[in-house]
């Protein structure tokens, strides 16, 4: 078992619909988890962190976090085109602050 | 710009040549991690550097790969006798605590 999975996707959704992305972790101490967007051939770029379950809302971004499931989401509201690109869950896991990160959802939002 | 910085972009090499990179970090973070990522595939973990002591290295860092940081500041990652597998984008983040920022990455092409 991969330490975090995501659905590798494409998921596809129409311009204004909500996008839902997934993320399942294998390491029940783990405390701080991140959202990266990355388009192709960039680098990734943090959208937002959470640490406490429940919501977390910003702007049309809202993460989730149910520690019990070892599971974090993120909702994409009033999704854009220029929202289309790879969004990446990251996990603390063990010392040293290092990351490990899902394989990425690709999303695809048509116009 | 005051954001992790990586040299060069691109590097195509020739199969069994030396290759090197530079990242630069944001200037208040003591910590550094070198990724390295792969067509459809998140960022793993390769090394990380508290100031200037290197505290993990993932055993995807073979004996070919070293990296370091002198001064606490600006750090280098060197591949010795480059192999076709080697190539991948390599990315350098930075963070003052958990929240990591990632350079632009260099992408290295071996022929």
């Known amino acids: 078992q991969k330490e975090v999975e995501q659905n590798s996707g494409p998921l596809s959704v129409p311009e204004g619909a909500i996008a839902s992305l997934n993320c399942t972790y294998s390491?029940?101490?783990?405390?701080?988890f991140f959202w990266y967007r990355q388009y192709s051939g960039k680098s990734p770029e943090l959208i937002m962190s959470?640490?406490?379950?429940g919501d977390k809302e910003d702007g049309r971004f809202t993460a989730q976090l149910n520690k019990a499931s070892q599971y974090v989401s993120l909702l994409i509201r009033d999704s854009q085109p220029s929202d289309s690109a790879t969004y990446l869950c990251?996990?603390?896991?063990?010392?040293?602050?290092?990351?490990?990160f899902g394989s990425g959802t690709k999303l695809n939002v048509k116009p | 710009d005051t954001g992790v910085s990586q040299d060069p972009r691109h590097k195509i090499t020739k199969r069994g040549q030396n290759v090197t990179f530079r990242c630069d970090p944001i200037?208040?973070?003591?910590?550094l991690y070198w990724y390295r990522q792969t067509l459809g595939q998140g960022p793993e973990f390769l090394t990380y550097f508290q100031n200037e002591a290197q505290l993990e290295k993932s055993r995807l860092l073979s004996d070919r790969f070293s990296a370091e940081r002198p001064k606490g500041s600006f750090s280098t990652l060197e591949i010795q006798r480059t192999e076709q597998g080697d190539s991948a984008m390599y990315l350098c983040?930075?963070?003052?605590?958990?929240?990591?920022?990632f350079g632009p990455g260099t992408r290295l092409t071996v022929l």
């Open positions: 983040a930075s963070s003052s605590y958990d929240t990591q920022y």
């Open positions: 390491d029940r101490v783990s405390q701080s």
């Open positions: 990251a996990v603390i896991i063990g010392d040293f602050n290092k990351f490990y």
């Open positions: 200037s208040e973070h003591n910590r």
């Open positions: 959470i640490y406490s379950n």
